[in-house]
């Protein structure tokens, strides 16, 4: 799960510099792509895996389980996971936690803005239709576009 997270968030990274920053690949920023995929490699992806495990044990025979899976995480996991990324990006590429602030509060109202238009539909149709084992995954597959924003929002 960590491999597939990390990756997916590395491929967001050169999506959002190739095509949308138009640069080549020669010019690609190559260690800002390993500071994103680091971050699904060895946060997001472990912390996606047991967050959805422990969503399903915590909800398990409740009414309404995919509705209040969703909802509780939209406004736990989401909000902490765009939290950490966008201190984790400034501070290690060197930034100070100052600036790390300041960014911080210019970019997360954008952040969760977007959040909040794209990730509760997705969060349901993960919830309701795809199994437990492939829930990472899944989201995985969503987050290629996720990661571009995200990319693109932090550079």
Not at 6 to 27: C, D
Not at 112 to 122: F, Q, R, S, V
Not at 135 to 153: E, G, K, P, Q
Request: charged share 15%.
């Amino acid at each position: 799960m960590s491999l597939t997270t990390g990756t997916t968030m590395g491929l967001g990274n050169i999506i959002s510099q190739t095509i949308i920053e138009n640069r080549t690949l020669k010019t690609i920023d190559w260690p800002r792509v390993t500071r994103f995929a680091a971050f699904g490699y060895l946060f997001s992806g472990p912390f996606l895996r047991y967050w959805y495990y422990g969503l399903d044990k915590y909800f398990a025979g409740v009414r309404l389980q995919p509705v209040k899976m969703m909802i509780a995480d939209q406004v736990i996991a989401a909000p902490l996971l765009n939290t950490v990324i966008l201190f984790y990006l400034p501070l290690v590429s060197g930034k100070s936690m100052t600036e790390a602030k300041r960014r911080f509060r210019q970019d997360f109202p954008t952040v969760m803005k977007a959040n909040y238009l794209a990730w509760p539909a997705i969060q349901l149709t993960n919830f309701y239709f795809i199994p437990l084992q492939h829930r990472v995954l899944f989201v995985n597959m969503c987050s290629l576009i996720w990661s571009t924003f995200l990319a693109y929002v932090t550079k």
